[in-house]
């Protein structure tokens, strides 16, 4: 079993994906994802 990081919408906060974590990875994950709220292609980054 993979664990998931939740990314979030640097714009407006949602927490919109899911995203399998790679093992030994140190950096945040970083995205230009489609933002329903927002609708439009943002930057989403990694949340703890």
Request: positive net charge; charged residues 30%; proline residues 2%.
């Amino acid at each position: 079993m993979t664990n998931k990081v939740i990314l979030s919408c640097e714009k407006c906060g949602s927490r919109n994906y899911t995203y399998p974590e790679k093992v030994g990875s140190t950096k945040r994950l970083e995205l230009k994802k489609f933002c329903s709220y927002c609708n439009e292609h943002t930057m989403h980054k990694q949340t703890k």
